[in-house]
C-alpha cells in the first residue's frame, strides 16, 4: 500500500508492505553514498538486505536503547559521513525503530544543513507513528525529544514481515499509538481492536493509522495547532517514560497510561481498558506525583502563562485542547492512574 | 533602516541603525526568557545594554574564536536553556559576530525544534553577511558549516554603532562580503569603494549590500539553485581559511582573495585589486595547492558527478555558475593568487 504525504515541495511516499525491504533499491536512488544508520537490537539480515543494495553503503551500528538517542550519537553520524566524503547528493537511511529514526533524521536534517533521509521503521512503533510526519530528535539528560529539527523523509518503507521478529511486548506497545489514532480520528480503527485480532490484520492496522496521522500532518506541519492533538496520552506518558526507576515502561505502553486520565466518558474508558487488556498494554500504574509533575514542567507542553497544554477526549473521534493550570494538572495525577 | 525579507510566513525586518541596540526592548518583545549569547571579543557595555532590557535574560558568553562553532557550544547551549527551564515561548538573542549568530542560530532552530531568534549582529562582517538569509552552522574538526539548519531569525538589529569599537582589519574583513555584493548584484554599490570612503558611509554600504543579497535569498532561500551565487569566492576562499598554517587570514580577507581567480575580465580584476588596496584587504596568497584541492573536495561545493561548481564572474552584474572538473579547478589554483 502507497500512502502520500502531501506537503508541497516535502511531499513524500510511505510504503506499507510485506517484504519491501528486500526491494528497496528499485524504491529509491541507492546508487550513490548511503549512511546506514541501525542499532544491536535490528537483526543483522535486515541490514544485510539494505547494504546488499546500496553501492556505497557506510554501516553505522547504534548500541539498543533510548540511550542512543543523544548528542553524542548526533556528532558521531555526522563525523563518519564528513569522514566518508558525504555531499549534499548522497543519503542517510534509517533501519530501526524510533531512536535510530530520529537520531538519524536530526544527523540528516544538519548534514550540509539536510542531506536525502529514508526512514525504513522494523517496529510497529515506529511503522505506526515515528517514522510518518518529520520529527526528529534527541534527548538532553534524561528529557525527551529538547533537540531536534522538523525534517521529513523523502521515502518511508515500512516492511512489516520486520514485525514478525519483535517480542510481542515490542510488537503490543506500538499498538497503543494505532489505538490513540483510532480514538482520535478513526472509530472504525479503534473497533478493530475490540473486535479482531491486530496480529492477523496488522498490515491494515498500520496503514490505516498512518493515513489518520497523515491527515493531521497535511493541515498542520509544524504543530502550529491541530497538530497537537497528536499529543494525546504524552503530557503524563512523557512524564513516566522519563521518570526512572518506574519499570522501565516502553513509550507505548506510557502513552496507553497517559490517555487514561484524558478521557472524559467512563464509558469510553472502559471499553479502552478492555482494548489495554486484549492486547497487554498496561491499565495501571502507581508513581509519585511531583516527580511526574517536574517532568511534565520541563515538556513542551508548558505554555507561556504557566499553564499547561493537554489533550482531552470528549467522545471517540472528538478531541480539544485544554488549558490546565499546574493546580488543576496536579489533581488529576496525584494519585496515580488506577 | 528597516530592510524587510519577504519569506512567506518566515519573514522579517532587518534594522540597520545607529545606536539601535539601545532600544532593542522596543524592537522585539524580551519580557521572556532570553539566552544571550555573545564572546569574549564583544564589549561588555553592548551586553550589559542587552541584558538591561530583557526581564529574564541568561547570558553566555563564548570565547572568542572560530573554535567556538563547534558542536560543543551548541550542545552547552542546548543545556544551558533546558536547565532554566526554556519554553518554545523562549528566544534565543545573538550578539556578536558571524561565529556566535551560527552557533546561537542553529541551537535555536533545534532547541525544542526551534524557538524565536533574533540576531543582534556587532561586526562589519556578520551586519553585511552572516546574519541575514537563515544559514546557521557550526564546524566539524577543521572543516568549515559542515552541520546546520536553514532557519530564518525573526528580527535581525545591526547597530552601526558598534562598528566603531573594531580594529581596522576586522573592519575592512568584512566589507569583502560588501565588495562581492557588488561585483555580482549592484555595480553602483562596487563603484562607491572606488570613489568614496567606506568609513564614511558605512551604513548605507551595510544596508545596500543586505539589500542585494535579500533580493537573492527572497528568490531561493534553501540554494536550490541562484542563492549559489553567493558562494562567489567561497569555494577557494573556505579551503584558504580551513587550511591551517597560511598565517591565520579572516574569512573576509579569504573569499577576497578566492574571487580574483574567477573574475574573468582582466580589467575588472585590476579594478576590485585597486579596491582591495585601497581598503587593505590582501592580494595575492602562495600556498599548498594539494592541500587547497583536498579541502574543496571536502566543502559543500562538490557535485554527485565529482565536479566542482564555482561561481565566476563574467563582468559586473553577470555571474554564472561553471562546473569545473578536479583537473581544471587544480590548475586554476596551481600557483597561488598573484
Known amino acids: 500500500m502507497k500512502i502520500t504525504m502531501r506537503l508541497g515541495k516535502r511531499s513524500y511516499d510511505i510504503i506499507v508492505k510485506e517484504g519491501s525491504l528486500g526491494r528497496i533499491g528499485q524504491l529509491a536512488n541507492l546508487a550513490r553514498r548511503v549512511l546506514v544508520v541501525s542499532d544491536t537490537g535490528v537483526p543483522e539480515e535486515y541490514i544485510r538486505t539494505v547494504l546488499a543494495q546500496c553501492s556505497a553503503g557506510v554501516p553505522v551500528i547504534l548500541q539498543q536503547g533510548e540511550g542512543a538517542k543523544s548528542l553524542e550519537t548526533f556528532g558521531t553520524l555526522l563525523n563518519v559521513m564528513y569522514e566518508h566524503g558525504f555531499t549534499r547528493a548522497d543519503t542517510v537511511l534509517a533501519l530501526g525503530g524510533g531512536v535510530v529514526g530520529d537520531v538519524a533524521g536530526f544527523a540528516a536534517s544538519a548534514y550540509m544543513r539536510g542531506i536525502r533521509f529514508i526512514n525504513c521503521p522494523t517496529t510497529t512503533l515506529a511503522q505506526i507513528d515515528s ?159 511531583d516527580k511526574i509533575m517536574e517532568f511534565i514542567r520541563h515538556d513542551k507542553k508548558q505554555c507561556a502563562d504557566g499553564s499547561f497544554a493537554v489533550v482531552r477526549l470528549a467522545q471517540i473521534g472528538t478531541s480539544r485542547i485544554d488549558k490546565l493550570s499546574a493546580d488543576q494538572l496536579r489533581a488529576m495525577i496525584r494519585e496515580g492512574i488506577r
Open 131 to 289: 517514522s510518518v510526519g518529520g520529527k526528529t530528535a534527541v534527548n538532553l539528560g534524561g528529557a525527551k525529544n529538547v533537540a531536534g529539527a522538523f525534517y521529513q523523509p523523502s521515502l518511508v518503507v515500512a516492511d512489516t514481515d520486520t514485525l514478525k521478529t519483535l517480542t510481542r511486548r515490542h510488537f503490543v506497545n506500538g499498538l497503543a499509538e494505532a489505538v490513540k489514532a483510532g480514538l482520535l480520528l478513526d472509530e472504525t480503527l479503534f473497533t478493530r481492536f475490540e473486535q479482531e485480532n491486530a496480529e492477523e490484520c496488522i498490515t491494515d492496522i498500520i496503514a490505516r493509522s498512518i493515513a489518520a496521522k497523515q491527515s493531521v500532518v497535511e493541515r498542520d506541519e509544524r504543530e502550529k495547532g491541530l497538530r497537537a492533538i497528536l499529543n494525546f496520552g504524552h503530557t503524563i506518558g512523557h512524564a513516566i517514560e522519563s521518570c526512572e526507576g518506574l519499570g522501565g515502561l516502553y513509550h507505548g505502553e506510557c502513552v496507553a497510561l497517559g490517555m487514561l486520565p484524558m478521557i472524559e466518558q467512563p464509558a469510553v474508558r472502559r471499553r479502552v481498558r478492555s482494548v489495554y487488556k486484549k492486547l497487554g498494554l498496561p491499565t495501571q500504574i502507581r508513581y509519585d506525583g
